[in-house]
C-alpha cells in the first residue's frame, strides 16, 4: 500500500495556472499541451509571446505619445506650419499600414516570421530615431516628421505580427485568452501615453542642446521610448522561439475530425468587425474636443483636458471588460461574444443620439472659419481657440444638444464595445483559418483597421459638419445595424473549420485523451511492477523465515538429545546445523 500511495503521489495533475517545476522522478507532469511539446519548449513558447505582447504595447505607447505631440511639435520645429500638414503626419502611419500590414503577412509566410519581426522592429526604431532629429535635419520639419511616421508605418504594425503568432503559437485552448491579452496591449499603451507625455511636460519646449541635437520634451520623450524598445528588440531577438503549435494540434486533430470549407461569408464579417472596432474609437478620439468646443462652448484647453479624460476613463473601463469577455468566451464561445460585442456598439451608437435643444447664443460669427478636427480634409489655418461653434455650420441654431453625461456614457461604452469586439473577432477569425500560413490573412486584417482608422473620422466628421451629431450617430447607427444583420446572418458560419465527431472508439479519440490513456498505462505498469516485486521480495523473505525455523526446531531437538546424553553423533550433527544456521 505504501509503494501504491507513494507511486500515485509522483504523479501531478493540473490546469495551465498552477503548473510548478517538474519534479526529477521520471514519471511525466500532465499539462493542457503534454501531448504536444515538452515542458522547456512550452516555457521558451511562453516567455517568446509576452516579449511580443510587450513589443506592440511599446509600439502603441510611441503612438500615443507622438499623436498629441504632433502639432505643438511642429510648431517648434517649424513655426508657421499648417494644421493640415500636422493632418498629414498624423495619418501618415494607419495609411502606410493599410499597404503594409498585407505584405508583411505574406512575407511571414514566404520568408520566415523571424526576419520579418526583425525588419519591422529595425524600422520601428528608424521612425523613432527620425522622429526625434526634426530639429537638425536637412528638410522641412513637416517633411521629415511625415517620413518618420511613414517609416514606422513601414513595419506593418506590431499587432499583425502578434496576432499572427498567437495563431500559430498557441493551442486552441490557449487562443482566446492570448488574443484578448494582445488586444490589451492597445489599452496599455493608450493608458501609459498621456502620462508619459505630462512627464516630459516638465522638460519643457526649450529643453537644452548637446552634440549638435536639441533635447527638449518631444525628443527625449521619442528617444527614451526608442532605446527601451530597442532593448525588448535584442531580447526577442535573443530569446526567439519557433512555434507552430496549433499546426502540429490540427495534423494530431485531422486523425478523427473532419474539415470542411472554409466560411468566407465568416471571415468577412470578421473583418469588417475589426474596421469597425477601430474606426469607431478612432472617431471619437478625433471628434471629441470638436464637439466639446461647438456644442458646449468651452475653451480649447478645458476641452482637451476634459476629452483626455473621458478617453482615459474609457480606455480603463475597455481593458476591465476585454478582460472578462475572454473569459466569457472560453465558457460560452466566440460567436456569443461577438454579437455581444455588436450589440453593446449598437446601443452606444444610440446613446450619441442628442435630445435637447442647442441654444443660439452658441452660435459664433465668422461664417469662413472651420471645425477643429484632426483630419486633412477638413482643418484649416485659421481658427480661433474659443471657436465654439463655426457659423458656416447651418445646423448649429436648430440642432439638437446633446448632455454631457450622455456623451461621456456613449464614449465609454463605444470604447468597451470595440475591445470586445476586436478579441472576439480575432479569436473567431483565427478559429476560422486554418492552422498554418495565417500570416497573410492577418495581414489583411490589420489593412481593414488601418482603413477604418482611416474612413471612419473622415466620413462621420464629415457628416458631422455639414448635418450635425444627430445625422452623425444616426449614420454610425445604421453601420452597425447592418453588421450586426450579417453576422446574425452569418452566425452558422462562424465556427471552426474543425468539427469534432462523436465517437467512442479508443483507437480514434482525441490526441491528449490519448496521452494521458499512455501516461496513466505507464503509471499503473510502474505500480504492478512495484508490488510485483514486493510480492516476490516477501515470499523470498517467508522462505527463508520458514527453512530458518525448521533449521532452529531441527537444532533445538538435538540440543535436546544431547543434553539427555545422546551421544557424539548428535552433538556433531548439532554443530554442524548451527554451523549452517549461522551462515
Known sequence: ?????????????????????????????????????????????????????????????????????????????????????????????????????????????????????????????????????????????????????????????????????????????????????????????????????????????????????????????????????????????????????????????????QRHRAQWFGLFVCLLASAHSFGAMRLHESLLVPMMMELYGWEENRALRDAGLVLLLASVVAMAINSLSARASQKHGERPVLIGALLGALISSVLGLPLEELALSQRAPGAGRRSLTLWPELLSASGNSSARCPGYQSWCPSAARLPFSQLVACVILTAASAAVLFTSAGATFSRLLPASGQGPYWGLMGACANVGRSVYPVAFTAVYSQLGPQMTYLGLTGVVSVLLLMAALSYNQLVPPVVPPVTHDNNNCDPSVQWYKQVYSQTLSTIMEDLASDLKQAEGAQRRRGELSEILGHGLTNLGKTARGGGHEGQDDTAEKTAVTVQ
Request: glycine content about 8%.
Open 1 to 257: 500500500m505504501h509503494t501504491l500511495l507513494a507511486s500515485i503521489g509522483r504523479m501531478k495533475w493540473t490546469r495551465s495556472k498552477e503548473l510548478s517545476a517538474p519534479e526529477r522522478s521520471g514519471i511525466p507532469i500532465a499539462f493542457p499541451t503534454s501531448h504536444l511539446e515538452s515542458w522547456q519548449q512550452r516555457g521558451r513558447r511562453r516567455r517568446y509571446l509576452r516579449l511580443l505582447m510587450a513589443k506592440s504595447a511599446l509600439f502603441f505607447l510611441i503612438n500615443s505619445v507622438t499623436l498629441p505631440q504632433t502639432w505643438p511639435y511642429l510648431q517648434s520645429a517649424q513655426p508657421g506650419a499648417r494644421k493640415t500638414a500636422a493632418a498629414l503626419i498624423v495619418s501618415a502611419t494607419p495609411l502606410v499600414r493599410a499597404f503594409s500590414a498585407p505584405l508583411a503577412g505574406w512575407m511571414t509566410r514566404r520568408v520566415s516570421f523571424r526576419w520579418v519581426a526583425l525588419v519591422c522592429d529595425l524600422l520601428t526604431c528608424a521612425g523613432g530615431l527620425l522622429w526625434s532629429a526634426a530639429y537638425s535635419a536637412p528638410l522641412p520639419a513637416a517633411w521629415w516628421l511625415l517620413a518618420a511616421r511613414a517609416v514606422m508605418g513601414l513595419c506593418g504594425g506590431q499587432l499583425e505580427l502578434l496576432m499572427t503568432y498567437v495563431a500559430h503559437g498557441t493551442s486552441s485552448e490557449e487562443r482566446v485568452l492570448a488574443t484578448a491579452q494582445a488586444g490589451g496591449t492597445i489599452g496599455i499603451g493608450t493608458l501609459l501615453g498621456p502620462g508619459v507625455v505630462a512627464l516630459m511636460s516638465y522638460i519643457g519646449t526649450e529643453g537644452f542642446s548637446a552634440a549638435g541635437m536639441r533635447f527638449n520634451q518631444f525628443t527625449v520623450s521619442s528617444l527614451l521610448l526608442t532605446a527601451l524598445f530597442t532593448a525588448v528588440t535584442v531580447a526577442s531577438c535573443c530569446l526567439f522561439t519557433d512555434s507552430d503549435i496549433a499546426a502540429e494540434e490540427s495534423r494530431m486533430l485531422a486523425l478523427s475530425h
